[in-house]
């Protein structure tokens, strides 16, 4: 099994509706990442969480929030979708008390339509 | 703002050259720079992890390099294969307390031609 597991792996959805993209890992750790990735923008930060109490904004959270389940599980919400949210969106995790690298899962395609 | 970049995005180059590949950032106060790999519609992959207080780490046919003071890292590999084709990214995390998060590369395309 995958140590970070994304839950769809693609999924369409309709403008308007509310979808949830989850995350699941194996590895531990307390750090818990969402980041998407768009041609020529690259990655960048959605949401992030250092453990099941600590919920922090990144770059873009607008028209997102999350939600840590357990230190294992961390899902995104899009409260209402919109075409410009069709992206790559991935999950993150990582261990500050070993060398600090993160472990990404194998991302969810999300298309707006 | 640390800002990372990668120059070129995309590279060709035939089946059995070395390379290297560029990673430039603008701050130095890191904590340590990662390389992935990234397929096309997959997720990332990493390849290699170099602590700040490290200049290289090596896996297999791939080395990586940092120069924190001029701020830049390389990603070298040997004899490249087709197989190695996809997009390398790198990603600084910076020095800024317990709480700092990566800065991503936008990545660089490499194609190897058989």
């Known amino acids: 099994d995958a140590d970070v597991t994304q839950t769809p792996r693609n999924r369409i959805t309709k403008t308007g509706k509310r979808i949830m993209l989850e995350c699941s890992q194996t590895?531990?750790?307390?750090?818990m990442y969402w980041y998407r990735q768009d041609p020529g923008l690259g990655l960048r930060l959605i949401y992030y969480?250092?453990?099941?109490?600590?919920?922090n904004k990144g770059e873009i959270s607008d028209g997102y929030s999350v939600s840590r389940q357990a230190q294992a599980k961390f899902s995104l919400s899009l409260e209402s979708a919109i075409p410009n949210q069709t992206a790559l969106y991935f999950c993150?995790?990582?261990?500050?008390?070993?060398?600090?690298?993160?472990?990404f899962g194998s991302g969810t395609r999300l298309t707006v339509v | 703002k640390q800002e990372v970049t990668q120059i070129p995005a995309a590279l060709s180059v035939p089946e059995g050259e070395n390379l290297v590949l560029n990673c430039s950032f603008t701050?130095?106060?890191?904590?340590?720079l990662q390389w992935f790999r990234q397929d096309p519609g997959k997720g990332l992959t990493s390849l290699l992890l170099?602590?700040?207080?490290?200049r290289e780490q090596t896996s297999g046919r791939l080395n990586a390099s940092l120069d924190k003071s001029s701020g830049r890292s390389t990603l070298y590999i040997a004899a490249s294969q087709p197989g190695d084709s996809a997009t390398y990214l790198c990603?600084?995390?910076?020095?800024?307390?317990?709480?700092?998060?990566?800065?991503f590369g936008k990545g660089i395309t490499l194609s190897v031609r058989p």
């Open positions: 170099i602590q700040s207080s490290q």
């Open positions: 990603a600084v995390r910076p020095m800024t307390g317990a709480n700092s998060k990566l800065t």
């Open positions: 590895k531990g750790h307390d750090r």
């Open positions: 701050d130095s106060a890191i904590y340590n």
């Open positions: 969480s250092f453990d099941v109490k600590d919920i």
């Open positions: 993150a995790t990582s261990d500050p008390r070993t060398y600090g690298g993160y472990t």
